[in-house]
């Protein structure tokens, strides 16, 4: 007969797979709660008590770290000084090991949870366990998941229980202790930076294909929830989403997160292709459209408040990729859902993103850094020029600061108090943004009261130049070059107003 031990804080489907086990000829050795729970179902089992010889202590924090435990789990059956030492020990081998860990996850995420509280949910002899099972895989099987327990019971069932199969058990048990001391780790280092950065990931879905069709994608997902996110979205009507689905409603998310009124932001390769203000989303959506009513084609368009019919009926004009809102009125919905391959998703919207390391990847290693999650104001500005603004050239300013963070470098964005006019992103060189940003700019209405942003000072006069050359009035930039005066002097030639933030907005 061979040895099965059970010891699960998630009791789902234990019973069955322990009365699967005794078919097969396994002895049960059990654990606490999982021992009343199939004690009760009637299963036949010990008590972890009789094989250890001594009595759970410490509120249960000892029970299995005993070497009854984990000798029959790590002695290899096929060295003979290995089965001597266990039998002069009075030993018997432990043949599969099936244990799922303390919540720990759904603990911290408790409302007014306590460092103490969180700390006894924290698993020792459970990994333990499943550690010393993963390690001598070759002879034990080690159950980490409930999902498994009907395929481990039809491996044995039909003899094929072998060697590949128990190896990709032990690394789904490594890959899990490391993701739960991950996230151990996560809860009492808070967001620093640490000589080992260990941060983990949930699987969300698996991906058609990456950025394109010859890569290989997955999402993943925090496991610990952050609300406001595209992995939390519900999605209403259309197809699964795409790896660059995902990336461009993330981009929308952050952008659209920096308005309070009623906002329509559009969104292509992770620019904002226009955005737009006003007293109704209806409003906010014409202007956001009229920005840029060429490359919203086949975009994406994040809107902050619920969609009605009526800008529904406008939307539903376009080929867009992705509607994003709160909500749609009923109508609405029907409306753009006509439409069989549009993806509609809601999430509540939120002007609070907070801080978080985030990380990119590099040939042989990450980069991490903090979110920018600055919001420029008009507390945070200092004139720099001689001409002072208006308040309607400051509060357009301000608008054209919170956006133009949001762009590839080098950005520059051109823009009215309420709506963008024209964007340029990702140049190497600035004066290059600037052309393109004022090419699309002054083909819209409005355009002789735009402002000019840049998300990084001018390195020389030419971008103020050719921005007063075109009727340009007021320029907002973060300052900060060795030849900041020289662009001041340029200004104040002009007649020019030039704002300096001292925030900068590279953005890579």
């Known amino acids: 007969m061979k040895r099965a031990l059970i010891s699960v804080s998630d009791k789902d489907q234990v019973v069955e797979f322990a009365q699967g086990l005794v078919k097969q000829d396994y002895e049960i050795v059990s654990t606490g709660g999982t021992y009343k729970v199939l004690k009760a179902a009637g299963v036949p089992v010990i008590e972890i008590d009789e094989v250890t010889g001594f009595p759970e202590m410490l509120d249960g924090r000892v029970?299995?770290?005993?070497?009854?435990?984990?000798?029959?789990?790590?002695?290899?059956?096929?060295?003979?000084?290995?089965?001597?030492?266990?039998?002069?020990?009075?030993?018997?081998?432990?043949?599969?090991?099936?244990?799922?860990?303390?919540?720990?996850?759904?603990?911290?995420?408790?409302?007014?949870?306590?460092?103490?509280?969180?700390?006894?949910?924290?698993?020792?002899?459970?990994?333990?366990?499943?550690?010393?099972?993963?390690?001598?895989?070759?002879?034990?099987?080690?159950?980490?998941?409930?999902?498994?327990?009907?395929?481990?019971?039809?491996?044995?069932?039909?003899?094929e229980d072998d060697y590949e199969f128990r190896k990709s058990l032990a690394a789904k048990v490594f890959r899990t202790t490391a993701a739960y001391d991950a996230l151990i780790a996560q809860f009492f280092t808070g967001a620093e930076f640490t000589p080992k950065f260990t941060e983990t990931y949930e699987e969300f879905d698996k991906l058609r294909y990456g950025e394109n069709p010859q890569q290989r994608a997955m999402a993943y997902k925090n496991p610990i929830a952050e609300p406001y996110s595209v992995l939390n979205a519900n999605i209403l009507h259309g197809k699964q989403l795409s790896?660059?689905?995902?990336?461009?409603?993330?981009?929308?998310?952050?952008?659209?997160?920096?308005?309070?009124?009623?906002?329509?932001?559009?969104?292509?390769?992770?620019?904002?292709?226009?955005?737009?203000?006003?007293?109704?989303?209806?409003?906010?959506?014409?202007?956001?459209?009229?920005?840029?009513?060429?490359?919203?084609?086949?975009?994406?368009?994040?809107?902050?408040?619920?969609?009605?019919?009526?800008?529904?009926?406008?939307?539903?004009?376009?080929?867009?990729?992705?509607?994003?809102?709160?909500?749609?009125?009923?109508?609405?919905?029907?409306?753009?859902?006509?439409?069989?391959?549009?993806?509609?998703?809601?999430?509540?919207?939120?002007?609070?993103?907070?801080?978080?390391?985030?990380?990119?990847?590099?040939?042989?290693?990450?980069?991490?850094?903090?979110?920018?999650?600055?919001?420029?104001?008009?507390?945070?500005?200092?004139?720099?020029?001689?001409?002072?603004?208006?308040?309607?050239?400051?509060?357009?300013?301000?608008?054209?600061?919170?956006?133009?963070?949001?762009?590839?470098?080098?950005?520059?964005v051109v823009a009215k108090h309420d709506q963008t006019l024209g964007v340029g992103a990702g140049q190497p060189n600035r004066i290059d943004s600037v052309k393109i940003a004022i090419k699309h700019a002054k083909t819209k209405p409005g355009y002789d009261e735009a402002v000019l942003a840049s998300d990084a000072f001018f390195p020389m006069d030419d971008s103020v130049q050719y921005a007063a050359d075109n009727g340009i009035k007021a320029v907002i930039e973060p300052g900060g070059s060795i030849r900041d005066q020289d662009s001041i002097d340029k200004a104040n030639e002009l007649g020019v107003v030039l704002v300096f933030t001292g925030t900068r907005h590279f953005k890579h």
């Open 63 to 159: 029970k299995t770290l005993h070497p009854n435990v984990h000798g029959g789990l790590l002695a290899r059956r096929d060295d003979p000084k290995h089965m001597e030492q266990l039998a002069s020990q009075n030993i018997t081998p432990i043949d599969l090991v099936a244990v799922n860990l303390y919540p720990f996850k759904d603990t911290i995420q408790k409302e007014g949870v306590t460092e103490p509280e969180a700390i006894e949910q924290i698993d020792i002899g459970g990994p333990s366990m499943l550690r010393s099972a993963a390690k001598n895989f070759k002879d034990v099987l080690a159950v980490v998941e409930p999902s498994d327990y009907q395929v481990v019971l039809d491996k044995i069932a039909n003899h």
């Open 243 to 412: 790896y660059n689905n995902i990336r461009d409603i993330d981009a929308s998310l952050r952008i659209i997160a920096e308005f309070k009124e009623p906002a329509v932001v559009t969104v292509k390769h992770m620019n904002p292709a226009g955005i737009g203000l006003g007293e109704t989303i209806n409003e906010a959506w014409n202007k956001a459209f009229k920005a840029d009513d060429i490359s919203i084609f086949g975009g994406i368009v994040a809107l902050n408040r619920n969609v009605d019919l009526k800008t529904a009926e406008q939307l539903s004009k376009i080929f867009l990729e992705i509607i994003i809102a709160p909500s749609f009125d009923d109508d609405a919905f029907a409306q753009l859902a006509k439409k069989k391959n549009i993806r509609l998703l809601t999430l509540p919207f939120t002007n609070k993103i907070p801080q978080h390391i985030e990380t990119v990847s590099i040939l042989g290693g990450a980069v991490m850094q903090e979110r920018d999650v600055v919001t420029n104001d008009f507390d945070h500005v200092k004139v720099v020029s001689e001409k002072q603004p208006t308040d309607a050239q400051l509060k357009a300013m301000v608008f054209a600061q919170n956006v133009v963070k949001h762009v590839k470098s080098n950005a520059i």
